[in-house]
């Protein structure tokens, strides 16, 4: 009778589990499917806990994770924006949708949102440091600097947070403060691999293209395969003739991540390099439809233009070229595009 007894005492209690301590369990074991890389289970508790509470905002954002970490932007972005209208003050369902603008390269959209963060909590770093990314999406370097600067003042200890700041000092093509900022890093946390991808950058433009290589290949030793090192280490190989090399390299960056503006840009230099004009405007095209904002794309994009016989799309190319600061030679177009 006792083992009777407990049995019905068990399940009626299961029978009046309280909706709140059902929608609990879902989310804890999405969360704990996250953790075990079991993605597919995770999206199903997450999806049930939504079909028991359609405004389960909890559930709603993890679930918009989940997607975010698949590249699955669109998704994402629906996730997040049920979760802020179902809990208007979730901040960090802001920041999540901030980066999802981001990758959707809606930057003014996530600058919106991580205002309204830093205005509600005004000592959040890595706020401070997402907003200089977008600032620097922007070519706004001013202001991604103060962001910056203000990101490391609140937490020192990031490096990645003195790497941007080095990277925004790069494309202001002040050289000098770049490098006294990687050194910095470097004492912060020496196996960091941005830290000499960013000076094999450096070296580049000092023409060093023997110490460029040295550089992007400690990178890659400390982060093997990661696409864009080996994007970069492709361009030097582009730069030193070693077309076999670069397009080797390209290609697997490629495939690692085909989201790369930059990496079609190269692939098209490739192109233009093996006399190849029709492919390689094909991919510079799609590199300034992927990140208009591609050091050089536009000064490439002229000269293959030109060699396709396309006159008045080629000298627009190069005075974009002209007005971007591109250190290339330019002098002979001025003739060209009378």
């Known amino acids: 009778m ?33 953790k075990e890389q079991n993605l597919d289970q995770a999206a199903y508790y997450f999806k049930e806990a939504l079909h028991l509470d359609p405004c389960f905002a909890d559930a709603a954002n993890n679930l918009g994770t989940l997607y975010f970490k698949q590249k699955h932007w669109e998704q994402s972005l629906e996730q997040y924006e049920k979760a802020i209208q179902c809990k208007p003050g979730f901040l960090n369902a802001y920041f999540n949708r901030a980066n999802t603008f981001y990758e959707l390269k809606t930057y003014y959209r996530a600058l919106g949102d991580l205002n309204h963060l830093i205005q509600e909590k005004p000592d959040t770093a890595i706020a401070y440091f997402t907003r200089g990314l977008v600032y620097t999406k922007l070519r706004d370097f001013p202001a991604a600097l103060k962001s910056f600067d203000r990101a490391i003042q609140l937490d020192g200890s990031k490096v990645e947070y003195v790497v941007n700041r080095a990277t925004v ?90 989201y790369n503006g930059w990496a079609y840009r190269n692939k098209g230099i490739f192109y ?55 250190t290339m030679p330019v002098a002979d177009w001025e003739k060209r595009c009378k």
């Open 169 to 258: 000092r790069f494309y202001q093509k002040d050289w000098e403060g770049a490098e006294a900022e990687l050194q910095i890093a470097m004492q912060l946390d020496p196996r960091e691999p941005n830290i000499y991808n960013t000076l094999s950058l450096l070296e580049i433009e000092k023409n060093n293209l023997a110490k460029a290589e040295d550089w992007v290949g400690r990178a890659l030793k400390l982060s093997p395969d990661h696409p864009y090192y080996l994007n970069n280490r492709g361009y030097i190989y582009l730069l030193q003739n070693k077309l076999d090399k670069a397009e080797t390299d390209i290609n697997q960056s490629i495939e690692l991540d085909p």
């Open 2 to 34: 006792r083992l009777k007894l407990l049995f019905v005492f068990v399940f009626i209690t299961g029978c009046f589990e309280s909706k709140e301590v059902r929608l609990q369990k879902f989310l804890l074991k999405g969360n704990l499917a996250v």
């Open 272 to 326: 233009f390099m093996k006399g190849d004009y029709p492919s390689a405007q094909r991919l510079l095209v799609q590199a300034e439809k992927m990140d208009s904002f591609i050091d050089r794309l536009y000064y490439y994009l002229g000269q293959v233009y030109w060699k396709n016989g396309m006159k008045d799309l080629a000298c627009k190319s190069i005075r974009e070229s002209e007005k971007r600061g591109d």
